[in-house]
């Protein structure tokens, strides 16, 4: 029976750690989905809360999710890493503003730099939006890496109290989240150097507990205290199955991570030679906070052998429900399933708040409640351990529960396979997000009227697109009378600038597109006019073609006006058959102009007027 026991835990680890490996594509970080055609084939639908993705990167393709940092990575056409992207929901739903919580994205560029925050819809003033827009106080915090930020003391504004201090709170909240998990690389100070000393200091005085725990038992509460305080308050180093899940498929930071490979590699190595439990009960700052409050009452409520045998198994089947979340869900917080965050409480979500709440109450009632019943990280140590000889009635309900949980993750592997393995023909992945479409619905509703550029070059290649775009436009009787001048020449581009009243943007701009019509080519007699309507159009692709590329443009009329007409005939040499209709500005955009809502549904009739 031991030795099935031991293959069934065996098989059963190889199996949870197979299906994952398998879902996400890669083992320590090491991609083994080397097809890059059928990369970039696969396509997944942007969600409401990603689909701002392509209005902040240039030629945006696709992004990348680390769940374990909850950070989106954002890529361009050519696999370069353009920015990444952080969220405050629902990390600081609990802050409110006047009006209620205030959700934005925090942008970062490739150089780890915040470029920008992104504002979601919320309940605030928009007067007081508008003035904090305007008063620069969303870009205090740009051109600053997440320490820095986080460092950085940003003052209220007065008249948008509640509003800008609750921004505050958030940014503040979300990036001391964000550099917890990352670790940056030099936001080491002593107190942290002195930290891990103690969490070593700490190691061996657990060794020497685990291996003579007679002799030590009277230190007990010590060791106990010091897991609290140290492992859990001081350094929040736990072993967790989303900490476990990150280094499996991402792999490890041995220098930053050093301590937790150590307890790791104990926790592994000692059960499977002593066959006793070193992590749960010796190490685990959690399971110490139970074992602590479970002092306050001496006297525990006891449950029949064989109910406790089954409330064991419970945490076997929570083990399991998180490896199928992991291989079906895309974007969860797996950390959110167990209470060790709660140590770092000033970024815990509420329900790891209340989870951890709850199981340090019971344990004042019941023997370490989340270490007994429900903990998947204790069961996830203890398959690596045999049984003491408990009954074997004991030993025939677990060996039982094992099975099932075998059974169920083989069945699991199977529809992975079949079912939710991504296929290059299909529109959606299940775990890595690859080729992400704009809808041609949402490009129409982004499209703006940019009048502020950068300094970046507009490349022919672009132009070129953007007037394919243009004359794939209808027109009258397919006679398509349009000509297209792109102008890149920077004295052509302020001549025209200075000759246009509502053409100033010429001097930022890096290009231009003048849509003409051709007279010669134009319908005769009655119908003459169409080749307004036909540049019209072709025009309109332009614009969207623009938006669609990560471009902003602005039609400028030059068309009916003659003395704007003139100066572009001027400028650009046009010939008598060539009218200029307008003159479209293109650049990247700063960001500063933002797209309309026009919908008016007074405007609409149906059926008649």
């Known amino acids: ?19 994952i490996i398998l879902s996400s594509g890669k083992v320590f970080n090491y991609s083994f989905r080397t097809d890059e055609n059928s990369k970039k084939e696969e396509t997944v639908v942007l969600t409401d809360k990603t689909k701002f993705f392509p209005e902040i990167v240039n030629d945006f393709s696709y992004y990348k999710l680390d769940s374990a940092q909850d950070c989106y990575y954002l890529y361009n056409s050519k696999d370069e890493l353009d920015s990444y992207v952080i969220f405050t929901s629902p990390y ?33 003033t928009p007067s007081w939006i508008e003035s904090l827009t305007s008063d620069g106080f969303f870009e205090s915090w740009n051109g600053l890496s997440a320490r820095k930020a986080l460092d950085k003391k940003v003052d209220a504004v007065s008249g948008a109290t509640f509003s800008s201090t609750a921004f505050i709170e958030s940014m503040n909240v979300r990036l001391s989240k964000f550099c917890d998990a990352k670790k940056e690389k030099g936001g080491k100070g002593w107190v942290n150097i002195l930290g891990v000393i103690a969490s070593f200091l700490f190691l061996i005085f657990a060794i020497f507990s685990f291996l003579v725990p007679q002799q030590a038992n009277r230190f007990r509460i010590f060791l106990l205290i010091a897991s609290v305080g140290i492992l859990g308050f001081w350094q929040g180093d736990f072993i967790s199955i989303a900490l ?33 439990s070193f992590y749960c009960q010796f190490v685990c700052p959690f399971g110490a906070a139970q074992e602590l409050v479970g002092k306050l009452n001496k006297k525990k409520v006891v449950f029949d052998t064989n109910i406790t045998s089954v409330l064991k198994s419970l945490r076997f089947v929570f083990l399991f429900v998180i490896a199928v979340l992991i291989v079906v869900a895309t974007d969860i917080s797996i950390e959110n399933f167990e209470p060790f965050s709660a140590f770092k409480f000033q970024f815990a979500s509420l329900a790891v708040l209340i989870l951890a709440l709850v199981m340090l109450f019971l344990s004042i009632f019941f023997n370490k409640p989340w270490c007994r019943f429900f903990c998947p990280t204790g069961a996830f140590f203890s398959l690596l351990r045999g ?39 299909e529109t959606q992945t299940a775990k890595k ?4 479409m704009n809808p041609a619905i949402d490009v129409i509703h982004n499209r703006k009227s940019v009048r502020h550029y950068t300094d970046q070059e507009v490349t022919k290649e672009q132009l070129e697109v953007l007037v394919k775009a243009g004359m794939a436009a209808p027109s009258a009787r397919n006679l398509q009378p349009w000509a297209f001048v792109v ?30 019509g051709d007279m010669e080519k134009a319908a005769t007699d009655a119908d003459s006019a169409y ?8 025009s309109q692709n332009v614009l969207l073609a623009a938006e669609a590329t990560g471009l902003g443009a602005v039609w400028t009329a030059a068309y009916p006006y003659k003395e704007r007409i003139s100066p572009v005939r001027n400028v650009l040499g046009l010939p008598d058959n060539i009218i200029p209709l307008n003159v479209i500005p293109i650049g990247y955009p700063t960001g500063e102009d933002k797209p309309k809502d026009k919908w008016k549904p007074e405007k609409m009739h149906w059926n008649q007027w």
Do not use: H
């Not at 080749?531 to 072709?538: G, P, S, T």
């Open 92 to 124: 600081c739903d609990s802050i409110e503003g006047f009006g209620g919580p205030v959700p934005f994205a925090i942008i970062f560029d490739a150089k780890n730099k915040i470029k920008q925050l992104y504002l979601f819809e919320n309940s605030e």
């Open 487 to 516: 102008v890149q020449d920077r004295e052509k581009l302020d001549a025209l600038a200075d000759s246009l009243p509502y053409a100033k943007m010429l001097f930022d701009a890096q290009a231009a597109i003048v849509v003409c």
């Open 244 to 276: 476990l899940n990150n280094w499996l498929v991402n792999g490890v930071d041995i220098g930053a991570k050093i301590f937790l490979l150590v307890v790791l590699f104990l926790s592994v190595l000692l059960p499977l030679i002593t066959n006793k």
């Open 531 to 538: 080749w307004v309507q036909d540049c019209a159009a072709a």
């Open 433 to 436: 997000e690859t080729v992400i």
């Open 387 to 425: 049984k003491s000889g408990k009954s074997s009635k004991k030993k025939e309900i677990r060996v039982s529960v094992l099975l099932n949980i075998v059974l169920a993750i083989s069945v699991l592997v199977m529809i992975y396979v079949n079912f939710l393995k991504p296929d290059n023909n």
């Open 1 to 19: 029976m031991a030795n099935t026991n031991r293959i069934l835990k065996i098989f059963l680890l190889v199996a949870a750690m197979a299906v």
